[in-house]
């Protein structure tokens, strides 16, 4: 019994050296290869054993990425109306949100829309001109009408900014337009008509 035990532990020894004994030049050996060298497929190689012989499969239909909003509308006037009416700013205008949605808007927007909005950023002159967010036209704009601009761009001329900002990143973007450069050409506009606020 006795020796049983000692030849068991020799081996076991003799086991362990072995595998630690490889040198950085020299592969130690392998104990369960399976282990190290799995079956894996490359994302993009062909498969097999999937029924389309893709390895990638497609996500099963009607399934959306985690975190990820799904947005109902398409591009052009009648889309963005209809956004405008049905969607909802899901932000407050706290000083927390105009402050992020400043920085966001400084970062994405200044550079065509200018600092104050009024379509005169640095190179508005190089670019079909933007329009000023105090404008007749832009000063009916809903939020969600202006959440669907960033969105989807519009027809040719701005383009979309949805893979840059995310749409609660937008809605901030969105917020900080409206509660501020266009509340700024609001007071503006009734100063210089005389107007009282
Ligand atoms: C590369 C320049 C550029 C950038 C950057 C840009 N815009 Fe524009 N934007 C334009 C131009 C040009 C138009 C006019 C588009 C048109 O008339 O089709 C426009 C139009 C708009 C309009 C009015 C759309 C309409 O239907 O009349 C809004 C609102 C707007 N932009 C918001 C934004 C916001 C918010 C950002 C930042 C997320 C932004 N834009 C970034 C160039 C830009």
Known sequence: MNRFFCTAAALATMAVLTGCGATSEQRAYEYMPDMARSPAYKAFAPNSVTRDG???????????????HVFHYGPGEEEAARAGRELQNPYRATPQTLEEGKALFQTYCQVCHGEQGKGDGPISGKIPPPP?????????????????VI?????????????QLSADERWKVVTYVHTVLQKLGDQQ?????????
Do not use: N
Request: hydrophobic content about 30%; cysteine-free.
């Open 54 to 68: 893709l390895t990638l499969q497609h996500p099963v239909a009607g399934t959306i990425p985690r975190g990820y």
């Open 132 to 148: 000023s967010y105090v404008s007749d036209r832009l000063m009916e704009f809903p939020s969600g009408r202006i959440f669907h």
């Open 151 to 163: 969105t989807m761009g519009t027809t040719g001329k701005m383009p979309s900014y949805a893979a």
């Open 189 to 197: 506009a009734g100063v210089q008509s005389g107007g009282s606020q």
